[in-house]
């Protein structure tokens, strides 16, 4: 999906975020219908899989064929088989119409072609009560991460998530260098 996203990222990840923590804290429980969206090497979709169960679903899409390999191959050998993964552009792809709990978006809004496109899928995608998220990269120079021109700020990243019919619940600090905004639709 983007450019500093690499097979080794997930080590370097984990010194700032622990995905089944942050998970919990927005909180996705068993059952759950989930979905990442430009989920990378999956950092989060392995974590989510296993937090939602066997009778949740993940749902994750990525551009990078390269990367859906992966996250295939760690379900695979996790034994994890509530997990649909596709290679495709997130602005063409709607998994199901009003069926995930949770649309999860992590340090990749500002990657995409169409970040609106793609929000619109979400709002399609999410149930009537269902959460959206979207931890990203607060919009500071810092030695790593996407060029800060390209980062969004947390009201251009907040606007975007309204605009695009959702509420936004809740915005915060997660570490020193990233936010996290939760909206309803």
Known sequence: MSHYRFPGEDALRRKWHTPENTLKSVGLRPGMVFMDIGCGY?????????????????????????????????????????IVVKAAEAEETIFC???????????????????????????????????????DWKKKQMPYGPPLHIRFSVEHAQALIEQAGFRVESVREAGSNFYLVTAKP
Do not use: W
């Not at 995930?100 to 709002?123: G, Q």
């Open 42 to 82: 999956g950092f989060f979709t392995i974590p989510a899989a296993e937090q939602v169960g066997e009778n949740g679903r993940v749902y994750a899409v990525d551009a990078d064929a390269e990367a859906v390999e992966a996250v295939k191959r760690k379900a695979a050998e996790k034994g994890l088989r509530n």
């Open 97 to 135: 119409d009003a069926c995930a709990d949770m649309v999860f978006f992590s340090i990749v809004l500002h990657d995409f072609r169409d970040p609106a496109k793609v929000l619109s899928n979400a709002k399609r995608m999410i149930k009537p009560y269902g959460k959206l998220v979207n931890l």
